[in-house]
C-alpha cells in the first residue's frame, strides 16, 4: 500500500485548506481511510476516519463540524477538507490505512503516508 499525502501550506486562522491523499498498490475495498496529525513535542492523534465501501466517518471531537473526510472511489483519493481553521491545527497530517474496524490509536494503522504541513497563522 502506498499512500501520498499533500495540499498543506501556510493558511490565516478562520481560512481552509483541502488535503488529498492519493492511494495506490491493492484494491481499497474494506480498508478504512484515516487521517492524523502530529504536532511538534506531541503524539500523533486521530482526526478523521472514513469506511472505503460505505464512506461510513468519524471525527476527533476537536474538528467535528469543521473538517470533512470524504473519498472517490474513482480516483482512489481521500480529501480531508479543513474548514474554520485554527492555529491549534497547525501540525504534520499523515493520511492512513488499515483493513480492520475504525481505530483511533495511530498504532492499530500499519500503513502511512509522508505527511503533510499545515501552518495557521493567527
Known amino acids: 500500500v502506498q499512500l501520498q499525502a499533500s495540499g498543506g501550506g501556510l493558511v490565516q486562522a478562520g481560512n481552509s485548506l483541502r488535503l488529498s491523499c492519493k492511494a495506490s498498490?491493492?484494491?481499497?475495498?474494506?480498508?478504512?481511510m484515516a487521517w492524523f496529525r502530529q504536532a511538534p513535542g506531541k503524539e500523533r492523534e486521530f482526526v478523521a476516519g472514513?469506511?472505503?465501501?460505505?464512506?461510513?466517518?468519524l471525527y476527533a471531537d476537536s474538528v467535528k463540524g469543521r473538517f470533512i473526510i470524504s473519498r472517490d472511489r474513482a480516483n482512489v483519493t481521500v480529501a480531508l477538507q479543513m474548514n474554520s481553521l485554527r492555529p491549534e491545527d497547525s501540525a504534520v497530517y499523515y493520511c492512513?490505512?488499515?483493513?480492520?474496524?475504525?481505530?483511533?490509536?495511530?498504532?492499530?494503522?500499519?500503513?502511512w503516508g509522508q505527511g503533510t504541513l499545515v501552518t495557521v497563522s493567527s
Open positions: 492512513s490505512a488499515r483493513t480492520m474496524g475504525f481505530a483511533t490509536r495511530s498504532a492499530a494503522y500499519p500503513n
Open positions: 498498490g491493492r484494491t481499497f475495498t474494506n480498508y478504512n
Open positions: 472514513i469506511t472505503w465501501n460505505l464512506g461510513t466517518t
